[in-house]
């Protein structure tokens, strides 16, 4: 990786924690440049504009923050249990700046829009549909792998199990936001670990 590579690579690092806490609108160019020590022409030269970077930001906030959900899962040969322990992953090692990088980029990327008009900034809503519709590729896949190898019920619907998954956690951990508490999100892995044991366990 050569010294431009470096550069943009480190200026990717130093913003995706901002524009995660302080959304696209609330981070600005002089935040980045007073992380990074860049002139905004530094800035600039490796990005044509604040909408490439912050997509940028973004998917090196979501890989990162995947990573940590994904570990040990390969390791584990149950299908259940592997779900149980991605839910795990979840509540104990999302400690991205900021919380859930999809949760905070789809609510800072439909703000602004009205009455069902274009998003307020489309780049990102694109880019999280895309990590939403991996994330649900993820789990479906581990659900019909436990189908066809006899650890999950034949009649789990995948896409419907995934959906329920996401949702509780990002519901939760929006709620323990607000009330700034671990306590939905311990409540959303102790509903599922039920859920999961009673209506998907084959």
Not at 29 to 52: N, P, V, W
Not at 111 to 131: C, D, F, H, I, M
Request: with cysteine; glycine share 8%; hydrophobic share 35%.
């Amino acid at each position: 990786m050569n010294k431009g590579e470096l550069t943009r690579k480190r200026i990717i690092e130093e913003a995706a924690p901002l524009f995660n806490q302080r959304g696209y609108e609330g981070c600005s160019i002089q935040d980045i440049m007073d992380a990074t020590g860049l002139e905004k022409g530094g800035i600039y030269r490796h990005f044509g504009s604040k909408e490439e970077l912050a997509a940028e930001a973004f998917d090196f906030a979501w890989a990162t923050t995947s990573a940590s959900r994904l570990r040990e899962l390969d390791s584990i040969p149950d299908h259940v249990d592997r779900l149980k322990q991605h839910i795990m992953n979840f509540v104990t090692r999302t400690r991205f700046p900021g919380g859930c990088p999809l949760l905070n980029t789809a609510v800072y990327s439909e703000s602004g829009s009205e009455n069902g008009q274009t998003s307020a900034n489309p780049v990102l809503r694109v880019r999280v549909r895309e990590a939403l519709q991996g994330w649900q590729r993820m789990l479906g896949e581990i659900v019909e792998d436990g189908k066809r190898l006899g650890t999950i019920r034949e009649e789990v619907d995948a896409c419907k199990l995934a959906n329920l998954i996401i949702g509780n956690v990002e519901g939760a951990m929006l709620i323990g936001r607000i009330e700034h508490s671990d306590y939905p999100l311990r409540d959303a892995l102790e509903h599922l670990n039920e859920y999961l044991e009673e209506r998907v366990r084959q």
